[in-house]
């Protein structure tokens, strides 16, 4: 049995990124998932949301990496990845978050009270 991915086609994708954003308080577009993240920028994202938000969605960019950073750059004007959304609103990569964190600013901002 050989593995096939999953293919998405571009409009596909666009429609994902749109209804994540619009629909969660909380988004995070990462490599791989909570269970097994596949890139330490990934991870250390993960990890700083998961100190404040317990909900919050996650969307795998792997199985159509291309398309993703596409669509997501529509809405960010950053090309990598990973990126977190809150409200509807880009907020950066894992640095950003770290950075939020060492400024004692990331809770408010995750909560959207920044």
Not at 10 to 17: G, L, Q, S
């Amino acid at each position: 049995m050989t593995f096939q991915p999953e293919s998405f086609d571009p409009d596909e994708v666009d429609a994902r990124v749109e209804e994540a954003i619009e629909n969660n308080h909380v988004v995070l577009f990462m490599k791989g998932n909570r269970l097994m993240p596949q890139c330490g920028y990934s991870a250390k994202a993960l990890e700083l949301i998961s100190t404040y938000v317990d909900e919050f969605e996650t969307i795998d960019v792997l199985p159509a990496l291309p398309h993703y950073r596409e669509a997501l750059n529509e809405h960010s004007g950053w090309e990598t990845i990973p990126q977190t959304f809150v409200d509807g609103e880009f907020i950066g990569g894992s640095d950003i978050l770290e950075e939020l964190e060492e400024r004692g600013e990331l809770e408010s901002t995750l909560d959207g009270t920044n």
